[in-house]
């Protein structure tokens, strides 16, 4: 099953008319990528609205959209974890988004402990941006990981520019897990060959790019083909836990990644 890590999803494009966000057109874009499922990520926008439109997107299309709920950190401890239940807890959304930049605070903040204890108890990744300095390195996701290596924490993008600093905590902190997207085929490959295959994770970042772009990448760098099965899908399901997996094989054989 091949499944896109990190697909953005901003309910501010559904007030301007804009359909590149559009469940629906997001669906057919995975079609056109021969990509079974997808990771919602939307980081930015206002929590409630951004989270009950990834909600109808998910149910609109159960099995194929899941969503991880958007949560700011900087609105405090008692917010961010009533946003979780609502969503995570009561709403069967598969893991959390984070944004140090937007929140202009520091990924290491203590303002994360309650969010990183919380994406522990309901036993969901938390995806973190990363790439903007000062607030969202790859550095200062790896000192969140040092201080809870139980969690499943996720540095977006593999840093994007940072993409080195990205390899050099994951080489530190063996608990990290990596999306590839907004990354060349360079990039990935160091990636691959320094910190191998089971800590990254296919991500597009569609409509920023297109869907089939990195998945290109990992399906033309030699590789066992285990490993790119675990690139693709296998890894970032493990993270979802067994009952998104049970919801994604209903549409195992029916995709047109199957066709």
């Not at 149910?59 to 700011?72: E, Q, S, T, V």
């Not at 040092?146 to 990205?166: N, W």
């Not at 060959?193 to 920023?208: H, I, K, T, V």
């Amino acid at each position: 099953m091949i499944i896109d890590g990190h697909i953005q999803h901003h309910a501010g494009s559904f007030e301007t008319g804009e359909s590149a966000h559009d469940a629906s057109h997001l669906v057919k874009e995975l079609d056109r990528a021969r990509v079974d499922a997808a990771v919602l990520v939307d980081a930015c926008a206002d929590v409630r609205s951004s989270n009950d439109h990834a909600l109808a997107a998910m149910r609109a299309h159960p099995g194929r959209l899941i969503a991880f709920a958007n949560i700011k950190f900087s609105a405090g401890e008692r917010a961010a974890r009533d946003e979780i239940e609502r969503t995570v807890g009561a709403a069967g959304f598969r893991g959390i988004s984070i944004n140090p930049s937007c929140d202009h605070l520091s990924a290491n903040s203590k303002l994360m402990h309650p969010v990183i204890e919380a994406a522990m108890h309901y036993e969901v990744p938390v995806w973190i941006a990363t790439g903007v300095y000062p607030y969202a390195t790859p550095t200062l996701v790896g000192s969140l990981a040092s201080k809870f290596p139980r969690a499943k924490i996720i540095c977006g993008h593999l840093g994007c520019e940072l993409f080195y600093d990205a390899i050099c905590a994951g080489r530190r902190h063996e608990s990290l897990y990596f999306d590839i997207s907004f990354q060349g085929r360079a990039s990935f490959q160091a990636a691959l060959r320094e910190l191998g295959a089971s800590r990254l994770l296919y991500g597009s970042g569609f409509p920023q790019a297109g869907a089939a772009v990195m998945k290109e990448v990992v399906e033309r760098t030699r590789m066992p083909a285990a490993a790119r099965a675990g690139i693709l899908g296998g890894n970032i399901a493990g993270l979802l836990g067994a009952t998104a997996i049970k919801e994604l094989e209903k549409w195992a054989g029916q995709t047109p990644a199957f066709a």
